[in-house]
């Protein structure tokens, strides 16, 4: 018998109406066929992570980040859809880089079909977010995967994935953003000059408040999407 080599999967199926089989595809498929289930089937219940896997590649930021060191991304890669893992991510908006304003962010993704992960850091220098499994964008609706969620480094790293109670993932107009909802209030909110910013819990996510209180001001504000 010959090793398998690294850059190979075995996937096995069976089921009442056909045979059991065995197909053996490359990684970058295997990698593909979980992502596409993940985005299929949120609706019906919960993707798996690879939480807590010390495999998960550290992403590779293509920009400089004023609030992403590798702490922050070791921790944040074991939670990301494995079809993130081993592409590099790119800056799309700084409020160092271009103002603090809701439009521009709006503005910037409008040619995006990718996942974003947006970073805060708050007056009280704590660090938060979400990842979330389309780019932002105006919306009457809500819109998102169960791929979406929320973090806090707020001190330790904690992961709010989607509880499955609802769909209120993400929605935004030009006067705000926010992500999760439901109870009578938002996961995360954010004014339209990115200027004061809202957390609280919400069933969505099933989250406590990412900061050390309900009501923030935002100094620094970044958004990075994975390029694959």
Same mark, same amino acid.
């Given at each position: 018998?010959k ?10 199926f ?30 019906a ?35 990301m859809p494995?079809?993130?893992?081993g ?48 780019p ?15 973090? &806090? $480094? ?9 509880s499955?109670?609802?769909?209120? %993932?993400?929605?935004? =107009? +030009? *006067? ?22 809202? &957390? $609280?819990s ?5 989250n406590?408040s ?5 009501? %923030?001001?935002?100094? =620094? +504000? *970044?958004?990075?999407?994975?390029q694959?």
């Amino acid at each position: 018998m010959k090793l398998l080599p690294e850059n190979m999967r075995v996937f096995y199926f069976a089921s009442d109406c056909v045979e059991p089989y065995v197909q053996i595809v490359t990684v970058k498929e295997a990698k593909r066929r979980l992502s596409l289930c993940s985005s299929e089937d949120s609706e019906a219940e919960e993707p798996e992570y690879q939480e807590g896997s010390e495999d998960a590649l550290l992403p590779v930021l293509g920009d400089h980040s004023q609030l992403l060191d590798d702490y922050h991304l070791k921790r944040l890669a074991a939670h990301m859809p494995a079809r993130t893992q081993g592409y590099p991510w790119q800056l799309v908006y700084s409020t160092v880089t271009h103002g603090s304003s809701l439009k521009t962010l709006y503005r910037n993704m409008a040619s995006l079909d990718s996942p974003v992960l947006l970073v805060i850091k708050d007056m009280h220098k704590k660090v938060f977010g979400a990842f979330s499994s389309d780019p932002f964008k105006v919306s009457k609706y809500s819109y998102g995967t169960g791929e979406t969620f929320l973090f &806090s $480094f707020n001190p330790e790293f904690q992961a709010y994935r989607w509880s499955g109670e609802n769909s209120y %993932f993400v929605s935004g =107009d +030009l *006067e705000s953003l926010q992500i999760g909802g439901g109870g009578g209030g938002f996961g995360l909110w954010l004014d339209a000059d990115l200027y004061r910013g809202a &957390s $609280f819990s919400c069933p969505t996510f099933r989250n406590a408040s990412l900061s050390s209180q309900e009501d %923030f001001i935002i100094q =620094d +504000l *970044e958004v990075w999407t994975v390029q694959n």
